[in-house]
């Protein structure tokens, strides 16, 4: 059981550690919007060139009723 | 209601019956409702932002009118541009706007995108938690007033916040907040870890110098939780206290501190028990609370935001005969403006020149336009609907009629009852005896064995206090407002749950609440030989031409694509012109038919001043009537529905507005509703609810304009719609984001079952207490026993407050709400 005098030191100090860079993360504006970056994956990399009638897809449109 | 099946492409509200409008979004043909969503649909499509409309979660809002360009125009001055938006290195300059419409995470991508395509611009980033965005441009490269344009083509109407400090500073409180609930988050779990020896260590023994050690490393990790993220309590308790008055951040403080002293104290001598887990759990469930409340808060604004929405930044002066684009700020009282049509006044005045149409609707609720002559007053805020005006400025600033509506709004809230603070007194009420028991304890044991009173008196307050107690209320009222947030209603303020639980009446108001707010053309009937579709197209390119306040349902609704010449307007009966060689004549019916008979006809009444608040308009020709067009500002198909539901659960329904008697009774009518008042000012509104007040009635009001704010204020609880008035949200309890009516009753029943739930577990808790209380102050409670107990009553709290996010199973809504309901009545 002695090595608990090291191993939970350790772990508070892994503990400093996260909050440091949870801290670092707050400050640097992370957190400060949680939702729209999460859309920037589904974007297109290319934009279609505008008005340019896309390839017919029959698929459902979620738009739809 | 008169309204075809299908919902709008964009804004998802319901079609005209008889129009038949495309909009071409990536290659197809989508049916919208008017020319302003068109106009925005085709934008984005155009912008290669069309993905949009894939990923948004609520439908957008509906776009009242295509965007005006020319309304920028003040913001294309460099000079005035640099006055009223901040330096940034290498010679950008800096702006938040407030984006109305802003309402989901796709539309913030839309704006984000469509933005970051401009040339010249820097940095963008959008927040849809408070519909914020910052702009970081480049003014060499890209106007300002080209920026905001853009905004508008993609349907966000933006507002410009000038020096913008609020909203600095809410961000800088939600990170520190973040940080708070950081730290008492991950401390709370390392001393969860610490406890579960200790506790297992008092059953089946621990060698002692372990739990020491297991105690001191528990007071390592509980020092930050209790002095860094319990701070905001304390300094709340001391500004309560120093103000001589009690808030409920005091029994939580000395809840806290009492726990964590008398721990520390333990855990340093080596005696009696510590209880470090249940104090960093305290805190950081306590700041969880305060966390979700605070987001809700930032996101209902604050009344400078509202202000800003309302009243123009910029005005356009007259002086010498010649006009300069000033801030509004800078006007004085006897400056001459210029205030072109569609625009807003800066200041209140009277009119110098011009033969003015202006919407009061935001300080009066009245649907129908007032005019406005030579040597009327117009206020701040309002708008100019047609010919421009030549204005002279009676009172800026703080003068405005618009400013006293602030103040009441401020006077309202100050004298607001706060049945929340019951919920404080009985804490205290709670504390004292607590404390007064404690004191008792440690007398008696002092006189019985002196070296025991010490233990048993802190025993009593830890068995007592910081536990399952506390967290009964918080709990609860967390897990509703998350179960809310996910049903679209934002809670702002949480103890209103409390109160809507014990709500007993309910007002509204009519105009953009009841109803959508929007009088639009809900019918087309072609009468002769032309389609609805040609005779939409007619009245409207008629109608673009006057200044009547019907005319504004045309436009926004039909195309004006074909110019009519020879136009005549004939006051109070319609308006007469030339098309492609026809004369037409849209107005009343006898006025519309008077052109086939070629006889004089006499007027009817004016459909404007039909007082049903439903009219009926005609189109005719030399060969008689062509068709008809029925206006209305349509009800909300589910009001009937809400209206009844809350009856259902207790809660009698009664119309407050500022709108004409004969629209108010027939809305009353449809819905339901026996009570109702109409032509009350703000003031008049505030009155009929402290009277109601007065007899004992625990008051709900609903409402969406400027001239509700004060009711809202006032109201115990206080609703505002999401698309509404900043204003009014500002002053709103429970906010209706998704605008359905719907969720009310729903809303009510979640939150009486809340107040169950809390009552559930205060009784839990004193029960424990009750029972604990007496053997602890014995001292027969052995430490490991108390210990568990404490930690399993405040499990059963919480896991019992954790049933409300249950249950109400959220709704999601594709792009689209579902298919309005026929029923009308």
């Known amino acids: 059981m002695e090595i608990l005098y090291v191993m939970i030191p350790l772990g508070l100090v892994l503990v400093a550690l996260g909050l440091w860079a949870f801290f670092w993360a707050t400050g640097s504006g992370q957190f400060d919007d949680l939702d729209s970056p999460g859309w920037t994956v589904l974007e297109d990399d290319e934009a279609p060139p505008p008005d340019e009638p896309q390839p017919q897809d029959d698929a459902p449109r979620e738009q739809g009723r | ?113 469509a933005l970051s395509q401009q040339n010249g611009v820097l940095d963008v980033s959008v927040n849809p938690a408070t519909a914020r965005a910052r702009l970081v441009w480049d003014p060499a490269r890209v106007r300002l007033g080209d920026l905001l344009r853009v905004l508008e083509h993609v349907g966000l109407r933006p507002h410009p916040l000038a020096g913008e400090p609020s909203e600095q500073m809410a961000l800088l409180e939600r990170r520190d907040a973040l940080k708070r609930l950081a730290v008492a988050g991950f401390g709370n779990m390392q001393v969860m870890m610490f406890a579960v020896p200790l506790y297992f260590g008092a059953v089946s023994g621990i060698d002692p110098q372990m739990r020491e050690y297991m105690r001191l490393v528990s007071m390592l990790v509980s020092v930050p939780v209790a002095l860094y993220s319990g701070w905001p309590f304390y300094r709340g308790a001391w500004h309560a206290l120093r103000a001589r008055s009690i808030s409920m951040d005091v029994p939580v403080s000395l809840g806290i501190l009492l726990a964590f002293v008398a721990s520390v104290w333990n855990a340093l001598t080596g005696h009696g028990e510590v209880y470090f887990d249940s104090v960093s759990m305290f805190v950081f469930f306590l700041g969880l609370g305060r966390y979700v409340e605070m987001i809700a808060r930032h996101r209902a604004g604050s009344v400078a935001d509202a202000l800003a929405r309302l009243a123009p930044m910029t005005a356009r002066r007259v002086r010498a005969g010649a006009t300069e684009d000033v801030q509004a700020v800078e006007l004085g009282v006897g400056d001459e403006l210029l205030v072109r049509a569609g625009e807003v006044f800066a200041a209140d005045g009277v009119v110098l020149e011009g033969d003015g149409r202006v919407d009061e609707s935001m300080l009066t609720g009245e649907s129908v336009a007032v005019p406005k002559p030579p040597g009327t007053a117009v206020h701040q805020g ?163 031409l006057s200044e009547h306040p019907i005319a504004r349902a045309f436009t926004v609704t039909g195309a004006p694509t074909v110019r009519a010449s020879d136009v005549e307007v004939h006051a109070g009966r319609g308006i007469e012109g030339r098309i492609e060689g026809r004369r037409l004549r849209v107005g009343t019916r006898a006025f519309a038919a008077g052109l086939q008979s070629q006889a004089t006809a006499d007027a009817g009444p004016d459909a404007a001043g039909d007082e049903s608040g439903e009219s009926r308009v005609y189109l005719g020709d030399e060969s008689g009537l062509l068709a008809a067009f029925t206006l209305s500002d349509p009800l909300r198909p589910e009001a009937g529905h809400c209206v009844a539901g809350l009856a259902a659960l207790g809660l009698p329904s009664e119309i407050v507005s500022g709108d004409q008697p004969g ?50 204020r006032g109201a115990d609880v206080a609703i505002a719609m999401g698309r509404g008035s900043a204003l ?62 404490m930690s399993l009553s405040s499990v059963v709290v919480v896991l019992n407050a954790m049933r409300l996010s249950r249950g109400s199973a959220p709704r999601r809504r594709s792009g689209m709400p579902a298919t309005p309901q026929a029923e009308a009545a």
């Open chain 2, 728 to 789: 009014a949200q500002t002053s709103a309890d429970l906010i209706l984001v998704r605008e359905s009516l719907d969720e009310l009753p729903a809303t009510v029943s979640l939150a009486r079952r809340t107040q169950r739930v809390i009552r559930q577990n205060l009784g839990w808790a004193i029960g424990y207490n009750l029972a604990a209380l007496p053997l602890a102050a014995f001292g027969l409670v052995p430490p490991w026993l108390a210990a568990i107990g």
């Open chain 2, 382 to 544: 309002t708008q100019n609907l047609a010919a421009p005006l030549r204005v002279r400025v009676t009172a800026v600033a703080g003068g405005t009629v618009l400013s006293g509506i602030v103040a009441l709004l401020e006077r309202a809230q100050a004298e607001r009852p706060r049945l929340a603070r019951a919920a404080d007194r009985a804490a205290a009420w709670f504390l004292s005896r607590i404390l007064f028991g404690a004191a008792i304890v440690y007398a008696l044991w002092w006189f019985v064995d002196p070296s025991r009173a010490f233990p048993a008196t802190l025993a009593v307050l830890v068995v007592t206090c910081p536990c399952a107690l506390s967290l009964a209320t918080p709990t609860a009222l967390a897990a509703a407002t998350a179960a809310l947030a996910r049903r679209g209603v934002l809670v702002a303020r949480t103890d209103a749950i409390e109160t809507l639980a014990k709500a007993t009446r309910v007002l509204w108001d009519k105009t953009g609440t009841l109803t959508r707010g929007l009088v639009r053309v809900e019918d087309v009937r072609s009468l002769g030989a032309i389609s609805s579709q040609q005779a939409l197209e007619w009245a409207a390119s008629l109608e673009q």
């Open chain 2, 1 to 113: 209601m008169s309204a075809s099946g299908h919902p709008c492409f964009h804004c998802g509200e319901p079609i005209p019956r008889g129009l038949v409008i495309h909009a071409r979004v990536a290659g197809r043909d989508e049916a919208v409702c008017c020319y302003g969503c068109k106009a925005v649909a085709e934008f984005i499509s155009g912008a290669g932002l069309g993905d949009y409309y894939r990923y948004r979660d609520t439908a957008s809002t509906r776009a009242d009118e295509p965007p005006r360009p020319d309304r920028w125009a003040a913001y294309d001055r460099p000079e005035l541009v640099e006055r009223l938006t901040r330096a940034e290195p290498d010679g950008a300059r800096s702006i938040t706007v407030l984006l109305e419409g802003l309402r989901c995470a796709a539309c913030s991508w839309l704006a984000n995108k």
């Open chain 2, 663 to 712: 629209a108010v009774a027939r809305i009353a009518a449809r819905t339901g509703i026996d009570g109702h008042a109409a032509r009350l000012s703000p003031q008049d509104k505030l009155e009929r609810l402290k009277s109601l007040q007065a007899g004992g009635a625990v008051v709900v009001a609903v409402g969406d304009g400027i001239n509700d704010a004060p009711l809202l």
